[in-house]
């Protein structure tokens, strides 16, 4: 099995729209998913991030303030998981509840120091 | 998944009081990106608590994630708008248990009564009141009011932008105002609650939902030292109607009359309570409002064991004095019926051809209904036929014309 990272935007929430019952919808339907993930031994880790970017551009320690791209194209979060190729990758990635949003996911292996021996 | 079952509805549940407590601490001037800080603490539940779990206290964890949100949105606009003014927040050290239990209901109240203001147009109130009090989106409220979502945007931010423009402060109105206001939220909770109890929406339940709604805001209120006898008489009136709701309404949601309703499905939980409700209203005042009128017709009608031993002496005077309050053809139009139980058909007959149909805006299928009813105890056939067709012209719902229809074709074919 191979590792892989898949990286989440956070997309377009538009409040307006969405009820709060319409937001606890989708908590159950992470909830779900990831319980999905773990009963099949292939989530590793997860993380979620918060909105507020800081860069630092050199070694003075000075942070500029971001956000840098777009706030739909921030990244809101991560997931390691475990899978066979990409397409079994892919396979795991249509469980991702925010495509509605505008939200996407990007795929990538994790290198690993044994795939060099 | 138990973890998801059990916590539900704890979003829409935790909406008002978390919008309501954010409100007292912050002013009613500041309610959008209080709106938008508690969607960001939702969001943020949405985010974290799959990977590490629900909280121990989701509801205080949910309040002070939108507590935090709301100094960040204050922050980043402070820092967008002016820079100059070293315009600066700091940020509080938050705790876990924002809620006090002695004032539960409290803040909650404090908004319904801002909601009800002279400021906000009353037909903006009730979308208003379900969105900040009930947690419902716009497409819940529109599809409860049976209104366009496009209108129910408008309508919300119309209130809002009346909240800030008017400087709408959140707090209780002066002593002065006090009871003026009361009533005006007595009103609404009325509106609320009928918009449920009497719309032909097609979905039942989406209907309940509204009454339990104006309930369980109507309760904020007598649980309050501000609640009078007319905050009782609602609750009771609330509580008699209710308690029959589900045998009033056939498989398809057609109303079935009163006389036809099975009594013994009629829940006597809630008529227990709306009998303390109005015991309790009736011993804070002596006079006769037109909540406690109303409150005591439903009443006759739920401890009666029959149709006919219903005191239908004591329901013509209540309808009488109610009409007296309020004179409204809904009024008449039972005045009728109670007239047909007494076999007073000359003057209910007289009562009806009174009624002019096109004035009722809506209710048309309670008017042809008790119309039938009048006309099948005189046997005039040839006014129910007359009746069933101005029925058909006027409705426009497509179920309620087959039946229509269909009851036309009967008739005609009996003739034949």
Redesign the interface.
């Known amino acids: 099995m191979k590792e892989f990272m898949m990286i989440f935007t956070a997309g377009e929430?538009h409040?307006?729209?969405?009820?709060?019952?319409?937001?606890?919808q989708?908590?159950?339907l992470?909830?779900?998913?990831?319980?999905d993930l773990k009963a099949k031994n292939i989530y590793v880790d997860?993380?979620?991030l918060k909105s507020q970017r800081f860069l630092a551009e050199s070694a003075d320690g000075i942070l500029t303030d971001g956000p840098f791209v777009e706030a739909k194209e921030l990244v809101?979060?991560f997931f390691v998981v475990k899978a066979v190729d990409y397409e079994a990758a892919a396979e795991i990635s249509r469980g991702f509840p925010d495509y509605d949003l505008g939200a996407k996911v990007m795929i990538s292996e994790i290198e690993t120091f044994s795939d060099y021996q | 998944?138990s973890?998801?079952a059990h916590?539900?509805?704890?979003?829409?549940q935790?909406?008002p009081r978390i919008i309501s407590v954010l409100l007292s601490r912050y002013g009613a001037y500041h309610l959008t990106d209080i709106?938008?800080a508690?969607?960001d603490a939702?969001?943020?539940?949405?985010?974290?608590?799959?990977?590490r779990g629900m909280p121990d206290e989701p509801q205080a964890w949910l309040h002070t994630s939108a507590k935090n949100a709301y100094i960040d949105i204050q922050r980043k606009s402070a820092r967008d708008q002016v820079r100059d003014n070293h315009y600066h927040i700091t940020q509080e050290q938050t705790t876990v248990n924002e809620i006090d239990p002695e004032d539960v209901g409290d803040p909650e109240l404090k908004l319904l009564f801002l909601i009800c203001s002279p400021h906000l147009a009353r037909i903006d109130q009730l979308a208003f009141m379900l969105k900040t009090l009930s947690?419902?989106?716009?497409?819940?409220i529109a599809q409860a009011l049976m209104q366009k979502e496009e209108t129910i945007?408008k309508r919300l931010s119309r209130a809002r932008s009346n909240l800030k423009s008017k400087q709408v402060q959140f707090d209780w109105p002066e002593e002065a105002e006090l009871q003026s206001r009361l009533s005006m939220v007595h009103r609404a909770l009325y509106l609320l609650f009928n918009e449920g109890f009497y719309s032909s929406h097609p979905e039942q339940w989406v209907k309940k939902d509204l009454c339990l709604e104006a309930m369980r805001l109507c309760k904020y209120l007598t649980d309050h030292r501000l609640a009078n006898a007319d905050s009782y008489a609602l609750m009771s009136l609330m509580c008699f109607h209710i308690s029959r709701y589900e045998s009033r309404l056939d498989e398809d949601g057609n109303i079935i009359l009163l006389s036809d309703q099975d009594r013994s499905h009629w829940d006597p939980f809630f008529i227990n309570l709306g009998n303390h409700y109005i015991t309790k209203s009736a011993s804070s005042t002596t006079d006769k409002s037109k909540y406690q009128i109303e409150a005591y017709i439903s009443a006759q009608h739920c401890i009666a064991p029959s149709i006919d031993q219903t005191n239908w002496a004591l329901l013509k005077e209540l309808y009488k004095a109610l009409y007296h309050i309020e004179p409204q053809d809904m009024v008449l139009l039972n005045l009728v019926l109670v007239k047909l139980h007494l076999a007073e058909i000359d003057e209910a007959k007289a009562l009806f051809e009174s009624i002019q149909v096109d004035r009722l805006q809506t209710n048309k299928s309670i008017y042809f209904m008790v119309g039938v009813e009048l006309y099948s105890k005189v046997k005039d056939q040839f006014q129910i036929e007359l009746l069933l067709e101005k029925a058909i012209q006027a409705s426009d719902s497509k179920k309620e014309l087959s039946i229509l229809q269909s009851r036309l074709k009967d008739i005609q074919d009996n003739k034949n």
């Open positions: 929430p409040y307006e729209t969405l009820s709060p019952s319409d937001m606890q989708r908590l159950s992470w909830q779900a998913w990831i319980e997860g993380r979620a809101s979060g | 998944m973890t998801t916590i539900d509805k704890l979003f829409r935790s909406y709106e938008n508690v969607m939702y969001m943020s539940a949405i985010r974290t608590w799959p990977h947690g419902f989106g716009n497409r819940e945007k």
